[in-house]
């Protein structure tokens, strides 16, 4: 979703870097880029003009003076800005000492707040907590059904009865007790900030289950009212954090800035896609870099962990350093990746993908397609392609539903990354095991420099790509 | 592309088996293994048989906004509709603050225009079309058109001219002209009100005569055909349901066929919500469309629905929709809030959609036609 607003960022930042000094009048150039850039993505107004000024202030005069690199400087700056907006520090859950701890979450009509509540009580059990859901929107339609649905999914009970949200609260609240569950999220229906109606009843709500925490769900695709409704939500119910919904669309996210700034409370959650799994706590140093084009390391090493079975990639790993990685592997390897969703997704996340590879339309069954051509092989030929004469090669098109061409395409590409791989596998063992040695080739693209063990082996398995 | 894809998915592979022997040596934890993921567009398991929370009857105590104005007047509200200002009225103190600063004012300078962009902006009308409008205006002080000490005209001049965009006109909703149902398909992203609308509208088309025949096209959503059914109850219109993760085209299909047999006139196709960005589901909806436009149904409007509170990423979902299925027209929903929907200013101008019809509030007597006159006058306040 920041994708866009990076794009301008790295168009601002690429021209001030020919730059060796910056007169006023560029700053205040530069400023105005940043503005508009702030403005199309939805940031509101407010927030933006506070943030320039911060910016204009410590980008003009001495402090900048004395760099010899300002365009550096600016981005440091604007890095930095950026991330003190978005918060300092992730939302950490304290739980009541006194179980349950109680959830509650609030937005406007078709923020996503009921799918967001099935997403958080998976996320509790996953923190090997025992949640417990409570469907209080009694406005809107089925939205009672559609929790229990997708409670059923997730395998969590959901407490709701046709009376009133409070008394369903209340006695939701008292369920679970009884049940032993040590986590209650309540689903509240969505209301205008407006209305006084909806507005008191989802304080007495509140005031019934007395929340440990009281969350805005909020759509990434919101504008300028975001503010508005924000600030509305926050009198009425003392917010504790935010959810931003939607994030895997394209929407800029202004709506995360600016909400953060007039709340002044952390974004605890994204939910970034249309299955329950895709929820992640929300970490602003990371979101700030991925805002400045420096990708998102830490949440695809969380996502990893969480999809990768570690087992298959440790074996992956130590026969790629061996040089024996088959097509097997690589079928295993493909298969993972798949589990991690769609591969546009993961793409986001990676530092350093060229735009062009960003917006490339991935269609993620190409994937499948692949995974046909090796299921057409056999065992033999997959340990072993030189094995594969004209004959073959037909056969596995034919097998497969694709054509010799594709096939031909593969085994060229896997001789090529078989090489590349040979140099990498000491790499990866050094940044692992910390051992020093000669690292075989890194690729090209290896433009960062390490900035701990982590992080390095993914900047530079990306290298080879570029 | 093919090759770039083998590429890409393999060095991920290995980036990811490497983070992770790196990470599991780092912080060797118990990760409990789930099942495998839900496919993304995998069949939910059954709803289980519980009694309908939400029989009308329930809705009714928990919900009397939605219920009274259906049985309460909804012949005349039809007739005599609310005023958007009205409903507008209730958010519009921002705007109205800078306008009428501006209008208080002797003369017109350059922080003239700088509140100008301030207020529509706040408004969501979005960068570029702000500046195309004001640059105009400039241009026209600059050949003395407008008068540099007359700021009750460049407000009249800057109205008149954000009304103009929209070429004065109402737009209405098409009915086919041949035998066959006349189909209208929604389209748009999660959350803005698809079903909501269509429930809307099938308690007003059946208030006119003609048979309405509801297609519960998002067979995705825990809950949506639910959701459907209960408005089909309350407008006695008749409904076409598949299964959960059934194909939505099939499900329209049937409807149509449904429709044309009983001699309804109208189907109302439902879809599920959908980002814009998400490749292969805006492929179903193309496929979605094919089949709705296939005789005897006659498909002639597909409509966007937008939410109000949307920002310029409602520029993009409009392109993006349009370009996939060709989008007919706008709803705008959930007006009555804070939002002022600027951004179909900003589709207006850059894509030329019309705006078909705004939601201004919960009741069904509240889904309106959209009248430019009445929207711009009401982002003046």
């Known amino acids: 979703?920041?994708?866009?607003?990076?794009?301008?960022?790295?168009?601002?930042?690429?021209?001030?870097?020919?730059?060796?000094?910056?007169?006023?009048?560029?700053?205040?150039?530069?400023?105005?880029?940043?503005?508009?850039?702030?403005?199309?993505?939805?940031?509101?107004?407010?927030?933006?003009?506070?943030?320039?000024?911060?910016?204009?202030?410590?980008?003009?005069?001495?402090?900048?003076?004395?760099?010899?690199?300002?365009?550096?400087?600016?981005?440091?700056?604007?890095?930095?800005?950026?991330?003190?907006?978005?918060?300092?520090?992730?939302?950490?859950?304290?739980?009541?000492?006194?179980?349950?701890?109680?959830?509650?979450?609030?937005?406007?009509?078709?923020?996503?707040?009921?799918?967001?509540?099935?997403?958080?009580?998976?996320?509790?059990?996953?923190?090997?907590?025992?949640?417990?859901?409570?469907?209080?929107?009694?406005?809107?339609?089925?939205?009672?059904?559609?929790?229990?649905?997708?409670?059923?999914?997730?395998?969590?009970?959901?407490?709701?009865?046709?009376?009133?949200?409070?008394?369903?609260?209340?006695?939701?609240?008292?369920?679970?007790?009884?049940?032993?569950?040590?986590?209650?999220?309540?689903?509240?229906?969505?209301?205008?900030?407006?209305?006084?109606?909806?507005?008191?009843?989802?304080?007495?709500?509140?005031?019934?289950?007395?929340?440990?925490?009281?969350?805005?769900?909020?759509?990434?695709?919101?504008?300028?009212?975001?503010?508005?409704?924000?600030?509305?939500?926050?009198?009425?119910?003392?917010?504790?954090?935010?959810?931003?919904?939607?994030?895997?669309?394209?929407?800029?996210?202004?709506?995360?800035?600016?909400?953060?700034?007039?709340?002044?409370?952390?974004?605890?959650?994204?939910?970034?896609?249309?299955?329950?799994?895709?929820?992640?706590?929300?970490?602003?140093?990371?979101?700030?870099?991925?805002?400045l084009g420096m990708g998102d390391v830490l949440s695809l090493i969380e996502k990893a962990e969480r999809e990768y079975d570690g087992d298959v990639a440790n074996q992956a790993l130590e026969r790629l350093q061996a040089g024996t990685f088959t097509l097997d592997d690589f079928l295993d390897q493909l298969r993972q990746l798949k589990k991690m969703g769609p591969l546009t997704g993961v793409l986001s996340l990676l530092p350093g993908v060229p735009k062009e590879m960003r917006d490339a339309k991935v269609d993620d069954r190409d994937l499948s397609r692949i995974e046909a051509i090796i299921c057409s092989m056999t065992p033999i030929e997959r340990t072993d392609p030189t094995v594969l004469d004209g004959s073959r090669r037909l056969r596995i098109a034919q097998g497969s539903g694709t054509s010799t061409t594709e096939v031909n395409n593969l085994l060229r590409q896997f001789k090529e990354m078989q090489k590349m791989m040979r140099g990498f596998g000491p790499m990866a063992k050094l940044a692992g095991g910390g051992r020093a040695g000669k690292a075989g080739k890194p690729g090209k693209g290896n433009r960062k420099k390490a900035k701990g063990g982590r992080v390095t082996p993914s900047s530079r398995g990306l290298g080879p790509t570029r | 592309m093919t090759l770039l894809i083998i590429l890409l998915a393999v060095a991920l592979a290995v980036v990811m088996s490497a983070v992770l022997v790196i990470g599991s040596g780092n912080r060797r934890r118990t990760r409990a293994r789930q099942a495998a993921p839900v496919a993304p567009r995998a069949p939910l398991s059954p709803p289980a048989p519980l009694p309908a929370p939400l029989s009308p009857p329930a809705g009714a105590v928990a919900a009397p906004p939605l219920e009274a104005p259906a049985l309460g007047a909804p012949e005349e509200a039809v007739v005599s509709r609310p005023v958007l200002r009205e409903r507008l009225g209730r958010a519009r103190g921002l705007l109205s603050g800078y306008f009428e600063g501006i209008r208080s004012r002797k003369g017109i300078d350059e922080a003239t225009f700088e509140q100008l962009e301030e207020a529509l902006i706040l408004a969501d009308v979005g960068v570029a079309t702000t500046t195309r409008v004001l640059d105009d205006l400039r241009s026209r002080l600059r050949d003395g058109t407008l008068s540099a000490t007359d700021p009750p005209a460049l407000l009249q001049a800057l109205q008149a001219d954000l009304t103009a965009l929209f070429d004065g006109d109402v737009e209405s909703l098409e009915y086919g002209e041949g035998d066959g149902p006349t189909v209208w398909l929604f389209v748009g992203v999660n959350g803005v009100g698809k079903t909501t609308t269509i429930g809307k509208l099938a308690l007003r088309e059946m208030q006119t005569g003609r048979g309405v025949v509801l297609a519960a096209g998002d067979t995705f959503r825990a809950a949506a055909g639910e959701q459907l059914e209960t408005w089909a109850e309350r407008a006695g219109a008749r409904i076409v349901r598949g299964s959960d993760g059934a194909d939505p085209s099939s499900v329209i299909f049937d409807a149509v066929q449904h429709a044309a047999a009983r001699g309804s006139g109208l189907v109302l196709a439902d879809t599920a919500g959908r980002l814009h960005t998400k490749v292969n589901l805006m492929e179903e909806l193309r496929k979605v469309r094919r089949v709705a436009e296939r005789p005897p149904g006659q498909l002639t409007e597909v409509l966007l629905v937008l939410d109000a509170t949307t920002g310029q990423n409602g520029v993009v979902q409009a392109r993006q929709f349009t370009e996939a299925v060709g989008v007919t027209g706008i709803v705008l929903t959930k007006l009555d809030g804070t939002a002022k929907g600027g951004v179909v200013l900003a589709i207006r101008s850059e894509l030329g959609l019309p705006i078909k019809l705004v939601g201004v509030g919960e009741g069904p007597a509240d889904l309106v036609p959209f009248d430019p006159v009445e929207f711009v006058a009401a982002l003046f306040g």
């Open chain 1, 1 to 291: 979703m920041f994708d866009t607003l990076t794009d301008r960022f790295e168009g601002i930042l690429t021209r001030l870097r020919g730059r060796g000094r910056l007169g006023d009048a560029e700053v205040a150039e530069v400023l105005r880029e940043i503005r508009v850039a702030l403005l199309e993505a939805d940031v509101n107004l407010a927030v933006v003009q506070d943030l320039i000024e911060r910016i204009r202030a410590r980008c003009t005069g001495a402090e900048l003076a004395k760099h010899l690199t300002p365009a550096q400087q600016v981005i440091k700056v604007v890095n930095e800005e950026l991330t003190s907006t978005l918060g300092g520090e992730a939302l950490k859950i304290s739980y009541a000492p006194k179980p349950p701890t109680v959830v509650l979450l609030a937005g406007l009509q078709g923020s996503g707040k009921t799918t967001a509540a099935a997403k958080l009580a998976r996320w509790f059990r996953q923190q090997g907590r025992h949640p417990y859901l409570i469907g209080a929107d009694l406005q809107r339609p089925a939205a009672v059904e559609q929790l229990r649905v997708l409670g059923t999914e997730i395998g969590v009970g959901v407490f709701s009865e046709p009376t009133d949200p409070v008394s369903v609260a209340r006695q939701g609240l008292a369920e679970a007790v009884r049940l032993g569950r040590d986590v209650v999220i309540v689903d509240t229906a969505g209301r205008l900030a407006i209305d006084r109606e909806l507005m008191d009843e989802v304080r007495r709500v509140s005031d019934s289950v007395r929340p440990n925490y009281t969350f805005f769900v909020v759509d990434a695709m919101t504008g300028q009212d975001a503010v508005q409704t924000a600030e509305a939500f926050h009198k009425t119910l003392q917010l504790d954090g935010i959810i931003l919904t939607k994030v895997d669309g394209d929407a800029r996210g202004g709506a995360a800035l600016s909400v953060k700034q007039v709340v002044g409370k952390p974004i605890a959650f994204l939910s970034t896609g249309e299955r329950v799994d895709d929820f992640e706590t929300f970490h602003p140093d990371r979101l700030a870099s991925r805002i």
